[in-house]
């Protein structure tokens, strides 16, 4: 079997959770090998994600490892066994890798959290919006590149518009409402939007106002979803040199107590939508 060029995020998930469960048992990829019945560098390849593993074989491998959580082992054989070619694939070879990633996740995600303090996030935005954000880039895009990126963050919105559409809670600061990305008719389109998507039972959307008394965690923006078990949630950061998926049990645990304590230090539902409601009037 050729190997993979260009492992997705979801591959390489994949092969970092079998490493882990082999190293948790004490197994060398030498000795692994050998109770499986496969060369080293098989191993190699299926921890690096250069190549897929059957159900079978990761069956063995749980087995060999001792890894007794059949609910995660299941979700495991699902994300090896999984065929699914996404709307997202009519972008591949268009935008940046990235961005497939992210669609990937999302489509396998049971719920989502954001946590949002200089723009309004990616799911909650206009068109407008979205352009302006894009427009900003430097390296500066060409226009075409920079049409594709607002398509595709406007179909990704199909988790929380669409048929489907699973739990989105977000928090979200005072200052990323007040910025004008674009100008103030844009801007108000974008809290009517907030509004309108705030309105679906699934769609939860609290304020951090300026006034909070001790707020310390302004450079928290960080995006929490939800994967087939909780020990395969992700967290996404954007950083300068690009999007970050993080997985390690301990950020994931750190992530989550960040989201209650800014989630619990927020406005309500209700006083939120009246807060973005006066800020819309004021435009």
Request: net charge neutral.
């Amino acid at each position: 079997m050729a190997l993979r060029r260009k492992p997705t995020a979801r591959q390489q998930r994949l092969a970092g959770e079998l490493r882990r469960l082999r190293e948790a048992a004490g197994l060398t990829a030498r000795e692994a090998a050998a109770l499986l019945g496969v060369s080293p560098v098989q191993i190699s390849h299926i921890e690096s994600a250069l190549a897929g593993v059957s159900e079978e074989r990761l069956r063995r491998m749980a087995s060999h490892y001792a890894c007794t959580d059949g609910e995660f082992v299941d979700a495991l054989v699902a994300m090896a066994t999984d065929r699914t070619r996404g709307w997202w694939e009519e972008y591949r070879g268009s935008l940046p890798t990235s961005f497939l990633d992210l669609s990937e996740l999302d489509h396998h995600t049971r719920f989502r959290r954001d946590v949002a303090v200089l723009y309004v996030p990616g799911l909650l935005q206009t068109e407008d919006y979205s352009r302006a954000v894009f427009s900003s880039r430097v390296p500066e895009l060409t226009q075409d590149e920079l049409e594709l990126r607002v398509q595709h963050r406007s179909a990704r919105r199909v988790i929380i518009d669409g048929s489907a559409a699973i739990p989105y809670n977000v928090v979200i600061h005072e200052a990323a409402l007040r910025i004008r990305v674009g100008d103030r008719m844009a801007s108000h389109a974008q809290l009517t939007r907030i509004l309108e998507l705030s309105e679906a039972d699934h769609v939860n959307v609290r304020v951090i106002p300026f006034d909070l008394d001790g707020f310390t965690r302004a450079g928290s923006t960080m995006t929490y979803v939800g994967g087939a078990v909780s020990k395969l949630d992700t967290v996404i950061r954007d950083t300068p040199l690009g999007t970050v998926f993080i997985d390690s049990e301990a950020q994931l645990s750190a992530s989550r107590t960040i989201f209650h304590k800014l989630e619990s230090a927020s406005l309500d539902l209700d006083r939120s939508r009246d807060f973005i409601h006066r800020l819309a009037k004021e435009l």
